[in-house]
T-cell receptor, first 113, second 113 residues
Framework: ELKVEQNPLFLSMQEGKNYTIYCNYS?????LYWYRQDPGKSLESLFV?????AVKQEGRLMASLDTKARLSTLHITAAVHDLSATYFC?????????????FGQGTILTVHP | GAGVSQSPSNKVTEKGKDVELRCDPI?????LYWYRQSLGQGLEFLIY????????KSGLPSDRFSAERTGGSVSTLTIQRTQQEDSAVYLC???????????FGQGTRLTVV
């Protein structure tokens, strides 16, 4: 069974600082997705990573995928308050569970002055 | 609208009653997912439909839970004999197929009293 683990689960950052959220998964996959969820809202897609070495950037966020290490990172550069949210990674299964999306526990990010 | 639509947005029901939650996916999306999110928690996979294939029901927590998808479009999640532990936000998502991002509805907040 595919397991997806994020760390840290809670992240308190100062504005202007950099930090990285990690997403580890347990079985082979080369398809990984990052989502953002604001309090009381639904999930919004951030990045789609579909191959080893894939890197995507949008504003202060950059996501990468290392399929050999079964690891994706979400890097935050010069954090601002607007980035405060919960971030989820989701891994797409292959084999008999082809297409199934399994989510990590989420990382609650708080950016403060 | 072009997004995933869920109804009702809120549902309060008495313990022991049955409830039906509805999801209208984005037109043309062949894959549809149901997840459950308890307060402050991650996304718990419930069930996944892909085209005409048999659904992946591996996440349904008990036989009180069932789901169907009619005509490859609208889906209904039914919970029979609701229990207080069923209280959560039920999220539906759809996507064109594997390797694409999933789009989430706003969710149905279910409260069992």
């Amino acid at each position: 069974e595919l397991k997806v683990e994020q760390n840290p689960l809670f992240l308190s950052m100062q504005e202007g600082k950099n930090y990285t959220i990690y997403c580890n998964y347990s079985t082979t996959s080369d398809r990984l997705y990052w989502y953002r969820q604001d309090p009381g809202k639904s999930l919004e897609s951030l990045f789609v990573l579909l191959s080893n070495g894939a890197v995507k950037q949008e504003g202060r966020l950059m996501a990468s995928l290392d399929t050999k290490a079964r690891l994706s990172t979400l890097h935050i550069t010069a954090a601002v308050h607007d980035l405060s949210a919960t971030y989820f990674c989701a891994v797409e299964a292959g084999g008999t569970s082809y297409g199934k999306l399994t989510f990590g526990q989420g990382t609650i990010l708080t950016v403060h002055p | 609208g072009a997004g995933v639509s869920q109804s009702p947005s809120n549902k309060v029901t008495e313990k022991g009653k049955d409830v039906e939650l509805r999801c209208d996916p984005i037109s043309g999306h062949t894959a549809l997912y149901w997840y459950r999110q308890s307060l402050g928690q991650g996304l718990e996979f419930l069930i996944y439909f892909q085209g005409n294939s048999a659904p992946d029901k591996s996440g349904l927590p008990s036989d009180r839970f069932s789901a169907e998808r009619t005509g490859g479009s609208v889906s209904t999640l039914t919970i029979q004999r609701t229990q207080q532990e069923d209280s959560a936000v039920y999220l539906c998502a759809s996507r064109r197929g594997p390797n694409t991002e999933a789009f989430f509805g706003q969710g149905t907040r279910l409260t069992v009293v």
